[in-house]
């Protein structure tokens, strides 16, 4: 335990959910003192955040220009920033790969880990959960789906029968086939019901999020993936589901707003009124809807729970080249229905190693991503 | 604590609540033993009951055919046994005012209370809250939307901000007030999602049962009942919700079945799996609506609401007007409507008393049916 005034550390400050991170933040001064920030590239932003929130260290991987902006912190290194020792909670906030190594540097130093960044447990869930584990290190969800199920399981003390994630099914539930491969990247970043990073954004649309979510679950909740089920649910209102021994169902429900799970993850496990928060209004809220999702029309969906199944280094495997296959996607040198193409041909073609060390782990990522790069310079996919 | 197996007192063996109870002590001979039933009048099946279960005690209001059964154990009175030494939980499942006694005699015994009689809490609550805190008896919620709101605060330690009551808002919920008034006993007693007693299926068509519960979460969440809703939710799969200070909603999902809550109570805190529970089929299970329900057609809900409001002696007059006026109602003797004209008019006549004995209590409770047939002979309603 820290100090009642908690102090954090938020990595990857810039991006989405590092300024909603700051949000809340900014609504309890009396509760969150941050003591350091560390961005990747937008430092007008960060040089901004500094002289608000005034933090004892920052952190970009720009440090020569970060030494031009006449910042009074000091600058630490992200690893060093996560296991610093009057730091209470890290805010993993960075995107992709770039948040394994802080967040097994966090867990490493038995620090509350408010874990936005879902690559580094589906790369390295079995090294996190177990090195959390091993210095008491607490994981606290930021993803919606998460912070609902972690809620749902408060105070219940016997293993769920079955988590269900819910998906809003992205921009392109009811598109064909056809459809699907014509779409364009304007047309991917605008979800239907939440506001977030274009990685996400995309993930989201190709279903490949919720796939990431369900391995991301398993590591958690300690739930096989078999019992992990995910349910369409356009809404967007209901996060997530568990299904209790007994067949009792709970569920946490409220408009999308990231700062809800954030805000959780970071008063936990106390709640605190925010009146910026939106309430539910029971008086337009007439209708909760659910379907199942197309698993053919949406590949990536079971590419992501087949690799978390099979485990080892297939799952750091999927992250990688999905995360380079977005990245063509939004550069427009693929379509959107060759991002599944290409990390299914990356899976079949990769040599697997169980139980990884790190340095196995990103192994298998540099692998992954030069293959991607290879299959598509080979004119490949499209 | 008692023993590992849990000691029961059902109350009310026969009627809906006490069979489903029965079924569910059935399911886990090695948690559960009875050692006392209760029943009023249907002998034919506390006999049964007897054989099967074997209790130490038995109670019925007849005693005298009671003993012509030739059942080999001791009878006992209701309150008695409600605090006999042996008993770990109570069950208390009998209807209307019959329940305040035995279950004040529970209370105060320091007995875990499974409360599915409504009436005894909205009737004399401040007593029987006052008796479990004094004597650390625990009262568990028996009625679905009592449970599911007990439920999703498990685990939470800070008052909610708002609980939010589901109704399936009845047979009659989208009827005209001129269909109202024609409404037969055998249309009221059609309930479209549970299956009940006689009374509460009543009570749930003119939604005084949703009022009932409203003082009744009132008193068990120690809530005021301006942050207690109404909500009507046709399908009956969300059986309550409730909102943290946060904004964060938990809701609780099942089928409409009576065992569920009733085998949480009694398993409570554990969850025992039980394959005869049904599970939600989120294959089949593709829409949930929530409308607001509409006081106009329906008075019985804020006449309940306002009694409450008003506390003393009032909820006690609206338990047992309401009581004697469906009596009228199921033996045709009054109109459907007139059901709420009768509860309204006695309200209005009485003269209350603030924070009442059980004797106040009691002496309200018979003015009350005195009114309601005095009113009814005087051929006032109809």
């Known amino acids: 335990m820290g100090s009642i005034i908690k102090q954090l550390a938020v990595l990857g400050s810039t991006g989405s959910i590092g300024q909603q991170t700051l949000e809340v933040v900014r609504a309890f001064p009396h509760r969150f003192r941050i003591i350091g920030l560390a961005a990747s590239k937008n430092l007008d932003l960060l040089a901004k955040q500094v002289n608000e929130f005034k933090p004892r260290f920052v952190y970009s991987q720009d440090r020569e220009a970060l030494s031009h902006l006449n910042i009074e912190c000091d600058f630490l290194p992200l690893e060093e920033m996560a296991s610093y020792p009057q730091v209470d909670t890290v805010v993993i906030a960075v995107s992709g790969r770039s948040g394994l190594l802080p967040t ?39 993803d919606s789906e998460h912070s609902a199920i972690w809620q749902c399981l408060k105070g219940e003390n016997q293993k769920a029968a079955q988590l269900i994630l819910t998906a809003s099914g992205g921009p392109f539930r009811h598109f064909s086939p056809a459809q699907l491969s014509e779409v364009t990247v304007e047309q991917a970043l605008e979800h239907p019901s939440w506001q977030m990073g274009r990685k996400v954004t995309i993930d989201s649309a190709t279903l490949m999020n919720k796939g990431l979510e369900v391995i991301e679950a398993h590591w958690l ?36 707003d990231m700062r809800l799970p954030i805000q959780y993850a970071l008063s936990y496990p106390e709640r605190l009124p925010n009146p910026e928060l939106p309430r539910l209004n029971w008086d337009s809220l007439s209708r909760l809807t659910f379907e199942q999702p197309d698993f053919s029309r949406f590949p990536c969906l079971n590419l992501a729970i087949e690799a978390g199944r099979k485990g080892g280094t297939y799952p750091a495997v999927l992250c990688a080249a999905d995360e380079v296959a977005v990245e063509l996607f939004l550069s427009q040198r693929i379509k959107f229905t060759d991002i599944a193409y290409l990390v299914k041909q990356t899976l079949e073609q990769h040599q697997p190693v169980a139980h990884p060390t790190l340095e196995e782990i990103l192994a298998a990522d540099a692998w992954a991503r030069e293959k991607v790069t290879q299959l598509t310079t080979e004119g490949n996919p499209c």
């Open 221 to 256: 909740f300690d739930m096989p993936s078999d019992n992990i089920r995910v349910l369409i649910h356009a809404q967007s209102i209901i996060h997530s589901l568990v299904e209790f021994i007994d067949g009792s169902v709970k569920a946490q429900l409220s408009y999308p």
């Open 104 to 142: 097994v540097a966090a867990v490493k130093a038995g620090k509350n880990v408010a874990l936005a960044n879902k690559e580094s447990l589906v790369m390295a869930g079995e090294i996190i959960i177990n090195e959390a584990k091993l210095n008491k290190a607490q994981i606290l969800p930021v």
